[in-house]
């Protein structure tokens, strides 16, 4: 019902910053609860941020609060991941997600799936 395409992945030096986007298609965007996620090699996919379906409530997770900001732009069926000050344990494929649940704030409801995006951050 809706598909969700990441962007804006790359190589980045520790402390420095990037963007990510989430683009949607198909039913209405403003339908869904979104939210973000990571798998980095060898570890189990874990929830990064979600953020409500008008944008007034954000949530993250205790190893990116601070430095990650989530928001969305309805108008455009975009979601975006700012990441700053990053370590080399945020390296990971960042995925976006699309939930119509109410748990979507602790990570799960989350029915479709991007394909992904790399981020890779040296030291």
């Known amino acids: 019902q809706v598909q969700l395409v990441e962007s804006g992945g790359g190589l980045v030096q520790a402390g420095g910053s990037l963007r990510l986007s989430c683009a949607a298609s198909?039913?209405?965007?403003?339908?869904?609860?979104m939210g973000w996620f990571r798998q980095a090699p060898g570890k189990e996919r874990e929830f990064v941020a979600a953020i409500s379906w008008s944008g007034g409530n954000t949530y993250y997770a205790d190893s990116v609060k601070g430095r990650f900001s989530v928001s969305r732009v309805n108008a455009k069926n975009t979601v975006y991941l700012q990441m700053n000050s990053l370590k080399p344990e945020d390296t990971a494929v960042y995925y976006c997600a699309a939930s119509t649940s109410y748990s979507y704030y602790r990570g799960t409801g989350y029915a479709y799936w991007g394909q992904g995006t790399q981020v890779t951050v040296s030291s």
């Open positions: 198909g039913r209405s965007f403003s339908a869904y609860a």
